[in-house]
């Protein structure tokens, strides 16, 4: 089992700040996943990264970025929050072909 | 587009059944599959994964694959209230440029009655 820390776990914030989601993982996995989802929804792939210095967009579209700069560290970051954005965001990761874990979730609130 | 169907549910067992999960995906090149169970208001927790065609056992859980009939399926024996979640089905292709991720479908929710 993988160990996946998100901060911050929860996130009530106004309109048009900037925030940043935190999530790093100590197992050493190449890939990294940042997911969206809504209560009593699917999840959305929002974000991946396959290595250092590797980002892809996912299916659904999303105002956020990443970056991967550390193996372990992917950020992701809202520029300027909207009450839209209101989710819960979960990161996860594997190594090579082993299986994907979950880190905690973050929610998010845009007042 | 890859598709992974799931019975939307909710499923409703009482405790001491045994349930039965199914998925079925849409592509063929699929090669490892995953079940996750995901408490209300919690992150997706891994509690199986299978590669091979056939059944794979783990406690009170098994997972059956069937690559011909592109079909998966997860049975939880002696079904207890604390089982009581969203499993989502996931498949992944893993070569070509989508090594790696994951396709989920929408999840079905059980329900185990004491």
């Known amino acids: 089992e993988a160990d996946i820390y998100q901060t911050p776990r929860y996130l009530v914030i106004g309109t048009g700040k900037k925030i940043t989601l935190e999530c790093s993982q100590t197992?050493?996995?190449?890939?990294m996943y940042w997911y969206q989802q809504d209560p009593g929804m699917e999840l959305h792939l929002i974000h991946y990264?396959?290595?250092?210095?590797?980002?892809e967009k996912g299916d659904l579209s999303s105002e956020s970025t990443v970056s991967r700069i550390r193996t372990e560290h992917f950020p992701l970051t809202l520029e300027s929050a909207r009450p839209s954005h209101t989710s819960q965001y979960l990161c996860?990761?594997?190594?090579?072909?082993?299986?994907?874990?979950f880190g905690p979730g973050t929610r998010l609130l845009v007042l | 587009q890859k598709e992974v169907e799931q019975n939307s549910g909710p499923l409703s067992v009482p405790e001491g059944a045994i349930a039965s999960l199914n998925c079925t995906y849409s592509?063929?090149?699929?090669?490892?599959f995953f079940w996750y169970r995901q408490y209300s208001g919690k992150s997706p927790e891994l509690i199986m994964f299978?590669?091979?065609?056939g059944d794979k056992e783990d406690g009170r859980f098994t997972a059956q694959l069937n690559k011909a009939s592109q079909y998966v399926s997860l049975l939880i024996r002696d079904s207890q209230p604390s089982d009581s979640a969203t499993y989502l089905c996931?498949?992944?292709?893993?070569?070509?440029?989508?090594?790696?991720?994951?396709?989920f479908g929408r999840g079905t929710q059980l329900t185990v009655w004491p």
């Open positions: 996860a990761s594997n190594g090579g072909l082993g299986p994907q874990y």
């Open positions: 197992m050493g996995h190449d890939k």
């Open positions: 990264s396959y290595g250092v210095n590797s980002t």
């Open positions: 592509d063929r090149g699929s090669q490892s």
């Open positions: 299978i590669y091979s065609n």
């Open positions: 996931a498949v992944r292709e893993d070569r070509g440029s989508t090594l790696g991720r994951l396709y």
